[in-house]
Every structure is written in C-alpha cells, then in structure tokens.
C-alpha cells in the first residue's frame, strides 16, 4: 500500500543553519505531497503542497521539489530561526482520497 | 474565525468508561476524519466521513465509532475505554475537489489518557 517514510529525528541546528528533512514515499498513480508542520501545543497546519511531478512547493522560507524520479519530497531551508522549531510532517494522498502521513521529524533550533 | 474546534482538550477516563470527543467545524467542508497521534508513529487515521450520514474506517477504527448527522459536527466515540487508546486525538476537515482530499484543517487537539 502507499506509505511515507521521513528521516528520524530530533534534528537539533543552530539558527541560520541550513535544513534539510527527507522524506521518500510508495504510491501507486499520482498522489499531491505535502508538508505540515506542528508547532508546540497546536494542531497541524498546510506548509506547502505539490500536486505533480516537478513541482515546487514553496511557502514562508521553506521549499520541497516533487520527484517522481526517486520518490522523494525532500523539505529544505536555507537558515531557519528559532521560530521553525516544530514538528514537520510529510503526506500523501492516497486512490482512497485520504492523507497518509509520515511519522514526524522534530526540528529544534538553538540560538 | 472558528476553524474546527475540539473538546474537550483534556480528558482522564478508567479502563471501561465511555466518552464522546466533540468535533464542529463551520467551513461547510464535506470531508472530515479523526486521527491519533502517537510517538514515533506519526497520525493515524480512525475514522471519517466524505459527508452527512456517510462514514467509513480508516487504519485503526477499533474501539472507536463514530457518526454523522450534519455537515458540521462529527464526533468520535470510545466506547469502553482501554489503556492503549491514550493519545492526543486531531479532528481535521477538507473541502475535497474531483474526490481527492487537498489541505486538511486541523482542530487543536483533544489529549486523552486512559488509567
């Protein structure tokens, strides 16, 4: 079935440190990928999405280039604050029309 | 604006009691799910519903029931609770297009912990 699998975590950087979070998945057709982020005591919210091969995903700093070619949706930044400490998930929706979710990356940055 | 709103944010139960997990949402959006959150294991889906009186399983339904009369409101129900139901529980919501679930709203979450 489809899955996503994202690097482990915690992920500890200094601030202006460039981020990287993996994340590979196995689908079958052409799902949308995304990335959702948790701040402490919140719920999740959209980062960004791709919706296609090739796309790029881009919102507040943050990028991810949609890659059919090695499944990956790899999230990327290039100096993160203090601000982006948080949980990140990666998903995809499935033929059902769900989301499935990766197990979570905990990002946290230091001063 | 209200978004999805969960209650309670907090509950202890026992081993055995029942309780429901309130979820509205007032973005008249057709699709909405229950997932829970575990350590290590990411979210996963429970239960949801493509629309009022429409409600189908996701990857771990037992224990749990649910329904849904409106559009708005789709509550999650345990029905004898058990220790290994203790999670922190997300409501979410969807406005699908052509069928297929895009960004999901998520309520701020409902923390329960079975003794």
């Known amino acids: 079935g489809n899955s996503v699998t994202q690097m482990e975590g915690p992920v500890t950087l200094s601030e202006e440190a460039f981020l990287t979070i993996n994340c590979t998945y196995t689908?079958?057709?052409?799902?949308?990928l995304f990335w959702y982020v948790q701040y402490p005591g919140e719920g999740l919210q959209l980062l960004l999405k791709a919706t296609k091969a090739d796309d790029k995903g881009s919102n507040k700093g943050f990028e991810a280039t949609y890659r059919k070619e090695t499944t990956s949706f790899h999230l990327e930044k290039g100096s993160v604050q203090v601000s982006d400490s948080a949980v990140y998930f990666c998903a995809l929706n499935n033929q059902g029309g769900k989301l499935i979710f990766g197990q979570g990356t905990e990002l946290s940055v230091k001063p | 604006n209200a978004g999805v709103t969960q209650t309670p944010k907090f509950q202890v139960l026992k081993t055995g009691q029942s309780m429901t997990l309130q979820c509205a949402q007032d973005m008249n959006h057709e699709y909405m799910s229950w997932y829970r959150q575990d350590p290590g294991m990411g979210l996963r889906l429970i239960h949801y519903?493509?629309?009022?009186?429409?409600?189908d399983q996701g990857e771990v339904p037992n224990g749990y029931n649910v329904s849904r009369s409106t559009t708005e409101d789709f509550p999650l129900r345990l029905l004898s609770a058990a220790p290994s139901q203790t999670s922190v529980y997300f409501c979410a919501s969807s406005l699908p297009r052509q069928g297929v679930v895009g960004e999901l709203f998520f309520g701020e979450g409902s923390r329960l912990t079975v003794l």
């Open positions: 689908a079958t057709g052409y799902p949308s």
């Open positions: 519903s493509v629309g009022a009186g429409i409600t």
